[in-house]
């Protein structure tokens, strides 16, 4: 059966623009007190500023969809596109209470029992819960439906055993949301068996390992759980039915101007370097990109608005996804190409420098996050009706 691709030309209402100049307002405040700088490629263990994040909670600006029971605020997702949106454009230091906000949250207000949504989502509106997120496994890759790490049942719960990789944040991390094997695949449906679990990370038996980066970084690690006992109050939604409840949790991760804009930063100083006066290769250089940048961006914004008409563009989103997370992975490279001549008494050509070999060496991961370039095409060519 094939889906209908829709991108609707959705434009951000006169309200949205309004927040955005209170967000860039906090935002300056922020860099003028040294919080974080916006030429500093931010690093694992400076991005993970725990004050900033409780500030940004305190402007309402966490769980803004949210429901206010819940410590939300019942805003709309355009409006929540425009906060990030400028955090990412700033380079603002988002990834403690970012995963949390995106998709964990929504994940529990759909499927956790009411003394979980009572505990847990004012704090992550108030900046003080941090979440990873528990699919890709050992030798499975990004295919989750060959994920072995099993959760057996006991008395009162399940006891977990197995491994998790790739796992960002998880060495900071309050809450895991993992994917965890509960029974086996049938012939028939390989995606039967896997159940979603809301993994407390200070349980005995969970051991993080960081996996260092070649930029420098620790954002990702291997967890392992040697029976790490999960009570029966955090399984998530149908047991061995977990598959349905991760597609559309991945159409809040995929959808995002963060998917787009993890390297932007270059791009910037790129403009500062070449001046307002750019000779012919550098004005039509920079066109380019600023023309497929803004493509990107209306197609991100399309699927805030359908999320927002809640709806679930799994597809819309796995396309925002795969071509954003190419053409930030090859910007690093265009800008190179174009700044190939600026000369080196260029005010910021040491800044434009560190951050060009920063960005470089974070490129390779940025079409592994939220699913595999081949993945993410599998979902498309099924909604084109190829596959």
Sequence with gaps: MTAALTFDPIRLPPECEKLRQEVRTFLAEEISAGTFSP?????????????????????????????????????????????T????????????????????????????????????????????????????????????????????????????????????????????????????????????????????????????????????????????????????????????????????????????PERFLETYYVLTELVRALGREPDLRGAEGIGRLVAQLHTLRRMSVSVAGMLQAGKEPVVEAAIVKDVGTIWEQQLPHRVRNLAAFVEPNVSNHETLERQLDFAMKIAPKLTLQGGTTEVLRGIIARGLGLR
Excluded at 58 to 74: C, N, S
Excluded at 94 to 99: G, I, K, L, S, W
Excluded at 211 to 219: A, C, K, L, T, Y
């Design 39 to 83: 030429q500093r490629a931010q690093k694992s263990d400076d991005t993970d500023a725990p004050g900033f994040s409780k500030r940004v909670g305190a402007r309402g600006w966490i769980g803004m969809t949210w429901p206010k029971k819940y410590g939300g605020h019942e805003r709309s997702f355009l409006e929540r596109y425009v906060v």
């Design 85 to 256: 949106e400028e955090m990412r454009v700033a380079n603002a230091p988002v990834r403690r209470f970012f995963v949390a906000d995106r998709q964990s949250g929504p994940v529990l207000i759909r499927y956790a029992n009411e003394r979980i949504k009572m505990d847990i989502l004012p704090r992550i509106c108030r900046g003080e819960v941090c979440f990873a997120i528990g699919m890709s496994e050992p030798n499975s890759g990004s295919d989750l439906f060959a994920a072995k790490t099993k959760a057996t049942k006991t008395d009162g719960g399940w006891l977990i055993n197995g491994t998790k990789i790739w796992t960002t944040s998880a060495h900071v991390a309050d809450y895991m949301l993992g994917i965890f094997r509960t029974s086996a695949p049938t012939k028939d449906n390989r995606r039967h068996g896997l159940t979603q679990f809301l993994v407390d990370m200070k349980t005995p038996g969970i051991t993080v390992n960081p996996i260092g980066q070649i930029s420098g970084q620790s954002e990702f690690n291997e967890v392992v759980f040697e029976d790490a006992f999960m009570p029966d109050d955090h399984v998530l939604g149908e047991i061995d039915g977990a598959w349905k409840q991760a597609t559309s949790e991945l159409a809040y991760e995929r959808s995002g």
